[in-house]
């Protein structure tokens, strides 16, 4: 039986959890709900199971218990690789030592360096360390704009529209384009998602975005740039909204796939 950990931003009409649980029960699988509000890790009585985590809070409770079942379970995404994500500038460590594409970044605590940084760019992309759904990601082209430290800028890729891959297990099985008249295209900025096809290109960074930062899946986005792509990050809890594929049933096999794996 797979223990599942609800996304805690579902809603009714848009419930991620539910249309992966129903792909489970649709193969053949069982599931039960995990609420980690109601979970002490160390007695739960999980034990040798998989445990998927569809969403996370981001906050210190949610994070350890899960890191905690992961002692016994297998928990996918990993609590490394979910909180990996989750860090935009452990992401950018990963991306560069593994020489995937991404836009020039600085991340300093320094006013200097950091005003350094936006003279050399003339403009540049400034982003919350921990962000989400694109809040908080602004354009800004004088040192007044920089607010408090520390700072993590970013080169501005001049584009119409981003690009959301979904990968699982090594292979990209769906994207998007999202556009929107505002810096950040993310759906919950008010994009519009459309699926497109994935080239080899897009394909090649993505996959190698998601092993650079450990997720079994995971919803890599991108731009475009040089004739090419660069990786801006790895969503370690991803939404597939928009996505021309069945992802709840791609991910519902993988998961089943993975519980059988756990039996041999
Ligand atoms: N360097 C950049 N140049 C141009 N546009 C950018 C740049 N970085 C981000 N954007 C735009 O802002 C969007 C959101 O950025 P990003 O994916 O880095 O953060 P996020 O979605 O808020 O993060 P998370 O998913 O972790 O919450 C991008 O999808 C893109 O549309
Ligand atoms: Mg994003």
Known sequence: MIHIVPKPTDTPG?????????????????????????????????????????????????????????????????????????????????LIRNGIPTPTTCFTSSREIAEHFLARHGQAVIKPVYGYDGNGIVLIRSAAELGDPPYYLQEYVPNMSDYRVFVIDGEAVGAISRSSHTLAHNIHQGGIGKPIEIDDAMAECSVAAAAAVGVDYGGVDLLRRDGGYCVLEVNGTPNWHCMGVNIPRLLAGYLLEQEELMKK
């Open 14 to 94: 848009d419930n991620s959890t539910s249309m992966v649980a129903r792909e489970i029960t649709r193969a053949g699988g069982s599931y039960a709900y995990l609420d980690l509000a109601r979970v002490d890790p160390f007695s739960s009585g999980i034990s040798g199971s998989l445990v998927w985590v569809c969403g996370l809070s981001q906050d210190e409770f949610q994070f350890e218990a899960v890191n905690a079942l992961s002692v016994q379970n297998r928990v996918i995404n990993s609590p490394l690789s979910i909180f990996t994500c989750a860090s935009k500038v452990l992401t950018s460590a990963l």
